[in-house]
């Protein structure tokens, strides 16, 4: 590991000039715990040398979890374990998804009208865990080809140090059944729960063109959210992604000229995209920066960004789809089902920032929700961030993919939009 020492020591010995980094102030919500992090759930913005941003302790960091082998000695439990259910400290979980629904339905588990039961996939490492971006000078190092392979199979091997649990979704075009005088289209069930459902029949004719998303969606889903929070003062999407599995087209990102490309792919891992760091890191980026803004440029100074934040602001993801979702939903967890839960931090390292996304371990009685065959004209809202910390309102919602088992099996997978945004108020 010499490489990895070389690393250290250049973090521990460097001498930091006076550094322009952002770096969030802590802001843990009253009554939830602190989360499963490094340096105590300090940004490693903390760790600026010379304007890395941290990235060389997050690297150093990354390499050293991997020496020391508990993510490795996991995995190869689980893969030992004898076929059948796994015990884990949280319930029962399963290696595969099929193996989780024959329990389902071996044990009668049931679901409200309009929901279903059905397997999750969830972390069983309470442990941070580290992503090296693909655009990070790594990848491209002959000279540390060895360390990427390494890295490369752990974050392969972060998806096996998941299982299936079971679940039960609720719809949530019911959440007055279960919170009575709650609407779903309202402001006060995103304060409350984190997830909504808002209304949009977009004049956008081409989901696949960035360029018209940008220019016809954006102010669409931008004036919605106005409407959705008539308390707030400005809304911002920044950026989006296309999802669909069986796009036939060209799915190449390419940031440069802001086309996200199209995902094959669908995020089965129960996660959150924000946490108590990032979130105020990635909104400060987008107003003085316009980092991956693919929308309106925002030039804020840094002292006029501080005073912008220094009021309330939420990050708000909306997700429209192109056609009847069919197979592959998208389902949100409600706030209070886990507002006393810790979240594990996962951090992503660019070449120039550390960002922070989350991972949940899991447990019975997370409220869960979706949209059983959400149409065209339905947004389904859920809250990444939110800047209020004293427990009054929902910090953020997770949320995941899922494999509806009542769906046909030739029903079509999921297409859709999803937005990001930034509410201020």
């Not at 003085?288 to 602001?313: I, P, V």
């Amino acid at each position: 590991m010499a490489q990895l020492n070389s690393i250290e020591n250049h973090v521990a010995g460097v001498t930091s000039n006076v550094s322009s980094v952002y770096v969030p102030p802590l802001q843990l919500t009253k009554g939830q715990p602190p989360p499963i992090a490094a340096n105590g759930g300090l940004s490693y913005m903390s760790f600026d040398r010379n304007g890395d941003a941290g990235t060389a302790a997050a690297t150093a960091a990354a390499l050293r979890l991997l020496a020391e082998g508990q993510g490795q000695a996991v995995t190869e439990m689980l893969d030992k374990a004898p076929p059948g259910p796994i015990e884990t400290r949280w319930g029962v979980g399963f290696r595969s998804y099929s193996e989780c629904l024959e329990y389902i339905r071996a044990n009668d588990i049931e679901a409200p009208e309009g929901g279903v039961a059905l397997p999750l996939r969830y972390s069983v490492f309470e442990q941070p865990s580290y992503s090296i971006v693909s655009s990070n000078a790594l990848w491209r190092d002959p000279a540390r080809a060895d360390l990427a392979k390494a890295l490369r199979k752990e974050e392969q091997d972060v998806a096996r140090r998941c299982l299936y649990f079971p679940q039960v979704l609720r719809d949530a075009r019911r959440i007055e059944k279960y919170y009575p005088g709650l609407s779903p289209n309202s402001p006060e069930c995103m304060d409350k729960l984190g997830v909504a459902l808002g209304h949009c029949e977009s004049k956008c004719g081409n989901f696949y063109d960035a360029a018209e998303v940008e220019r016809v969606f954006y102010p669409e889903i931008e004036k919605l959210l106005l409407e959705v929070f008539p308390g707030a003062t400005d809304a911002l999407v920044y950026n989006h992604d296309v999802f669909d599995k069986d796009y036939k087209g060209d799915r190449t990102e390419d940031q440069d000229n802001k086309n996200p490309g199209v995902n094959a792919n669908y995020a089965y891992i129960v996660h959150n995209d924000l946490n108590d760091n990032s979130g105020r890191v990635r909104c400060r980026e987008l107003l003085t920066k316009n980092l991956r803004n693919f929308g309106r440029e925002q030039h804020y100074t840094a002292e006029q960004a501080d005073a912008k934040m220094s009021r309330r602001f939420m990050s708000i993801n909306l997700a429209k789809p192109m056609e009847t979702v069919r197979q592959n939903p998208f389902v949100l967890c409600a706030w209070p089902s886990f507002a006393d839960q810790p979240y594990i931090t996962n951090y992503r390292i660019y070449d120039d920032r550390v960002g922070e996304t989350t991972r949940f371990t899991y447990r019975h009685n997370h409220e869960w929700y979706w949209f059983p065959q959400q149409k065209p004209t339905e947004v389904s809202m859920l809250k990444c961030y939110d800047s209020v910390t004293d427990g009054s309102v929902s910090r953020w919602s997770f949320h995941s993919a899922c494999i509806d088992p009542t769906a046909p099996d030739d029903a079509p997978c999921r297409r859709n939009v999803v937005v990001r945004s930034f509410v201020f108020f």
